[in-house]
C-alpha cells in the first residue's frame, strides 16, 4: 500500500511540474514562475524509492519533453508539413538540460537543500549556455524570460539573462524542506528562498531607482497593426500599417522616426528594381516603400522585412551562384538612403537551422521532406543604423530584430 501511495504522489509531482512550467510561458504566461520546478526537488530527492539509473534519465528526459511540448504548441503550429516530428526532436534537446537537472538532484540528495540547490541550478544555467552556443536555444529555455517585467529583470546588466536564470533556478530548487527532524534545518530551503527573492527583488527596486532614465534625443512612432485575418486572406499588414501612420500623422506630424514590425513588408530583393507602376493593395516592397512611403511620410522610417540577395558560395570546387534570404530592419531615411541590419539570432527551425543540423545533407534531402521553405541566413554583424532628425542632428541606433536581442544584450 505504502508504495502504490509513493508512486501516485511522485506521477502528481511529475504532472504539477509540467503543468506549472507550461502556465508560466506562453500563451499564459501567468506567474507560476517563482515555484514552478519545485516539485523537481521533491520528485529527486525523495528517499522513499529506490530509484535506477534508467528510471531516472527516463524521468528527467520525459518531464523535460513534456515541458517543452506543452509550452510551444504555438511553434509547432506555425511549422510546415510534419511539423510535429520536428517539434518532438527540438523538445528533446530541450529535455536533455532537465536531463542533467535530474541527475544534479538525485545525487546531491543527501546534502543540505541549499547546497543541492547550488549545484542544481548551476548545471541547469550550463544547459541554457550550451543550448544556445549550439543554436538550439527556444525561447522557453530562458528562465530569465519570465521575470522581464519585474524589478529582478533589472540584475541582468550584471549577472547577464543567464545569471539571472540562475537566480530563478535556485530560488524555485530552495522551494523544499530539508530532511531533518529539527525544525530549524527542515525549514532551512524556504526561508533562505524567500530571503534570496526579497533581496534580489529589492536590490532591483534600487536598481531602477538610481538609473538615470534619458529620454530619447528624438521622437520616434511604433506602429503596430492588431488584424483577425480569415484563413483565407492574404496577410498584407502593410496596408493597415499604412492607414495607422497616415493617421497618426494628422495628429502628430513632427515624427523623427517612424518603426514597423518585423517582416511587415513582400519579401524583397536587395538590388533596386526598375521603378514602375506599384500596387500596393497587391504588394509593396523594399523600393517600392522608398518610391511611395517615405516620400509621402516625410520622415526616417525602420521597417521590418525579408530581404533576398544574390551571391556565391564554393561547392563541389566550384563557385555557383546562390540566393540568401535574410530577416532585416531597414531604415528608410528622409534623405532617400536605406540601409539595413540582418538578424543574427534566428529562431530555431522556424527561421533557420541550428548549426548542429545545418550540414547539405538536411538542407538537400530532409528538409524538402518535410516542406520546409528555403531557410533566413545568418547576418553577419550588428550594423548601427544613422539617419538625420528633423533639426538636422545624425543619431545613430542599433537594432535587434525578435530573439537575438535574447543572447546579445
Known amino acids: 500500500m505504502t508504495g502504490i501511495v509513493v508512486g501516485s504522489t511522485r506521477q502528481l509531482r511529475a504532472v504539477t511540474d509540467v503543468l506549472l512550467f507550461a502556465l508560466s510561458f506562453p500563451p499564459w504566461s501567468l506567474p507560476t514562475w517563482w515555484f514552478c520546478l519545485g516539485p523537481m ?40 508539413a510534419f511539423g510535429w516530428l520536428v517539434h518532438a526532436a527540438a523538445c528533446l534537446v530541450f529535455s536533455l538540460q532537465f536531463l542533467g537537472i535530474a541527475i544534479a538532484i538525485r545525487l546531491s540528495r543527501n546534502q543540505p537543500v541549499v547546497v543541492a540547490a547550488f549545484t542544481s541550478a548551476a548545471v541547469a544555467v550550463v544547459g541554457e549556455i550550451l543550448e544556445a552556443l549550439l543554436g538550439v536555444s527556444w525561447s522557453v529555455s530562458n528562465f530569465s524570460l519570465t521575470v522581464a517585467a519585474t524589478p529582478l529583470a533589472q540584475w541582468s546588466r550584471w549577472l547577464t539573462p543567464f545569471g539571472l536564470a540562475g537566480l530563478m533556478y535556485l530560488i524555485n530548487f530552495l522551494c523544499v524542506f530539508d530532511h531533518s527532524e529539527r525544525i530549524v534545518r527542515k525549514w532551512i530551503g524556504p526561508v533562505v528562498a524567500v530571503c534570496v527573492l526579497s533581496v534580489a527583488w529589492i536590490g532591483g527596486v534600487l536598481i531602477a531607482e538610481n538609473t538615470l532614465m534619458d529620454p530619447l534625443p528624438f521622437s520616434a512612432m511604433l ?15 502593410w496596408l493597415a500599417l499604412d492607414q495607422l501612420t497616415r493617421t497618426s500623422l494628422l495628429q502628430k506630424p513632427d515624427v523623427d522616426l517612424i518603426v514597423w514590425p518585423e517582416s511587415c513588408l513582400t519579401e524583397s530583393w536587395s538590388e533596386e528594381q526598375e521603378a514602375g507602376d506599384s500596387n500596393m493593395a497587391a504588394q509593396l516592397t523594399v523600393q517600392d516603400f522608398a518610391r511611395l512611403l517615405t ?9 521590418g522585412v525579408v530581404v533576398n540577395e544574390r551571391g556565391t558560395t564554393r561547392r563541389y570546387g566550384l563557385e555557383v551562384t546562390e540566393i540568401r534570404c535574410f530577416n532585416s530592419g531597414c531604415l528608410f531615411a528622409k534623405s532617400g538612403d536605406i540601409c539595413r541590419h540582418d538578424k543574427l539570432d534566428l529562431v530555431p527551425f522556424k527561421e533557420g537551422l541550428p548549426e548542429l543540423f545545418n550540414s547539405r545533407w538536411i538542407r538537400d534531402w530532409i528538409l524538402p521532406e518535410l516542406g520546409f521553405q528555403r531557410q533566413l541566413a545568418y547576418g553577419r554583424n550588428y550594423a548601427p543604423l544613422s539617419f538625420h532628425d528633423s533639426e538636422g542632428k545624425q543619431h545613430s541606433i542599433a537594432v535587434a530584430v525578435c530573439y537575438e536581442s535574447r543572447l546579445r544584450s
Request: hydrophobic share 40%; with cysteine; glycine share 8%.
Open 223 to 237: 506602429v503596430q497593426p492588431h488584424l483577425k485575418l480569415a484563413d483565407n486572406e492574404a496577410w498584407k499588414p
Open 41 to 80: 526537488m521533491w520528485l529527486w530527492r525523495d528517499d522513499r524509492v529506490s530509484l535506477s539509473r534508467l528510471r531516472l534519465c527516463s524521468e528527467g528526459t520525459a518531464i523535460g519533453f513534456m515541458m517543452g511540448w506543452t509550452s510551444t504548441g504555438f511553434v509547432r503550429d506555425g511549422l510546415p
Open 295 to 303: 516620400p509621402a511620410y516625410d520622415t526616417n522610417c525602420l521597417v
